[in-house]
């Protein structure tokens, strides 16, 4: 930047231009610093007299139109956000046209709507902070693996009410190229200090069995709480009950995974059975696990098995080494037979965990619910299903407080259980909303935007959840 004469320069030239480059609000031509949205000279010799100025109320209303336009970019940003409307839809010529022939006010520009993310992000930080304050919370942590295959940290929170189930909003979503248990910790601990959640609130604990989990939740019980209650998600400990069942009958294992590449994974036999099976659901999809399904596709096989062996006899064996695999399997008598044992055996499971898949039901009936299945379990006489209840009783009380809350749910008379009982009547055992949250990211961070920073594709998720499950109008939280 040229200096421009000598009488004129700033006296503090040198230590102004170390700065000036950050606040791309400011110029400097190096006599005088100008606002260019105020369109004034200032007085700027240091850098925090440059911050001061950008933080006067009316430097950020002359930049952002005042309180009123603020808001309503602020509001456009949460209902784009929360109907999972691409930005890009401003720049539409379509959408630029409907909203001249409709709306009375300027259509902002999709550069001016993302500025505003941040006053977005810190009105739902307001709301949440205000929903959360002095409440006892149900806390759930989880991992996964996102497009790029960095590892996603998603921390969610649950206000632990008496009467009602409340739903799920979220403190985080971080990524990481490697991630540790440390790292977890400190993502947790990091949200909860900046929306302003004391250790002492969290009461439960939810999260899975792995290794950083298990750390995680004795670093919390340490660091703070030694009252917090941990357990692990009871239908990812079901899923594991399932895998058992799964590696005990191979016979209908390989029926599942051959039926499935002869049915799905070719048009023309899909619509060949399509056709001649107009009344029959179509064939179980992946919902949660691959564990879940199949014994949804057992059980589905169970129901449907004649049918199905019909129609697919009728194809032509020599189409596809897979189908000779499928005949084989078809005609072996041992199947069906296995079939009805699951039918008869694990039917009560796997209604067992499609009633736990509702996050609202009240704790006493996911403990009911789980009490249930070990008991139908425990009826069933055999070698083969010794090692599904062995499975059971060591997946639902391992590393686990499960014990306590059910404890809690009979209405212990023992302290602290018995004041408790209230904050933990819909109190979540699974981590589905997590879950949830990790397929709500894959629609946010999609393909397509894969150059979305954290940030942002954090913001996105956390207005879209919170929006839909506290929305501004009926008056909670927020103004
Ligand atoms: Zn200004």
């Known amino acids: ?87 890009a839809i401003l720049d539409r010529t379509a959408f630029i046209a409907f909203w001249k022939r409709y709306a009375e006010c300027e259509l902002p520009s999709r550069t001016s709507l993302r500025n505003c993310l941040s006053f977005a992000r810190e009105d739902i930080e307001r709301r949440i902070k205000s929903e959360l304050n002095d409440k006892k919370l149900w806390l759930c942590v989880d991992e996964t693996i996102d497009r790029k295959r960095q590892t996603v940290v998603n921390v969610m929170v649950r206000t632990m009410e008496p009467h009602r189930p409340s739903p799920a909003i979220l403190l985080a979503s971080k990524r990481f190229k490697k991630c540790s248990g440390n790292q977890i910790l400190k993502v947790v601990l990091n949200s909860m200090s900046k929306l302003e959640i004391s250790p002492q609130q969290i009461m439960m604990f939810v999260s899975e069995g792995d290794a950083n989990m298990l750390s995680l939740a004795k670093s919390l019980k340490e660091s703070a709480n030694s009252n917090l209650l941990h357990i692990t998600c009871k239908i990812n400990d079901l899923n594991l009950v399932t895998q058992t069942i799964r590696k005990s009958y191979p016979r209908v294992n390989d029926l599942i995974s051959s039926t499935k590449a002869t049915l799905i994974k070719s048009l023309k036999r899909t619509r060949f059975h399509y056709k001649l099976s107009p009344d029959i659901p179509e064939l179980p999809e992946p919902i949660i696990t691959p564990q879940t399904t199949w014994l949804k596709s057992a059980i589905y096989y169970h129901r449907y098995f004649d049918h199905l062996k019909s129609i697919i006899l009728k194809s032509d064996p020599e189409e596809a080494a897979i189908t000779e695999k499928i005949h084989k399997i078809l005609t072996d008598p041992h199947v069906k037979e296995d079939l009805q044992t699951i039918y008869n055996n694990y039917v009560e499971l796997a209604e067992g965990i499609e009633k736990l898949q509702n996050v609202s039901i009240s704790f006493a009936d996911s403990v009911r619910i789980l009490n249930d299945i070990h008991a139908q379990l425990n009826s069933i006489q055999g070698e083969k299903n010794k090692v599904v209840v062995e499975k059971f009783e060591n997946v639902l009380n391992k590393n686990s407080d499960f014990h306590l809350l059910k404890l809690i749910s009979e209405g212990a008379t023992i302290e602290p259980l018995s004041s408790w009982r209230d904050y933990f009547e819909y109190a979540n055992v699974t981590s589905l909303d997590v879950e949830r949250s990790f397929s709500a990211l894959k629609h946010v961070y999609t393909a397509r935007r894969l150059k979305l920073s954290e940030n942002t594709a954090e913001t996105y998720l956390m207005l879209g959840i919170f929006e839909k499950s506290y929305p501004r109008d009926n008056g909670l939280a927020g103004s």
């Not at 950008?54 to 009123?68: A, C, I, S, V």
């Open 1 to 87: 930047m040229p200096r421009t004469g000598n009488s004129l320069t700033h006296p503090m030239w040198n230590t102004v231009r170390k700065f000036i480059y950050n606040f791309p609000e400011l110029t400097y031509d190096g006599c005088r610093v100008r606002c260019t949205v105020c369109n004034v000279a200032l007085i700027c010799r240091r850098r925090r007299d440059c911050e001061l100025h950008l933080n006067t109320k009316t430097h950020r209303n002359k930049r952002d139109g005042g309180p009123e336009k603020r808001r309503f970019y602020s509001d456009l940003c949460l209902a784009l956000i929360s109907c999972n409307i691409p930005f």
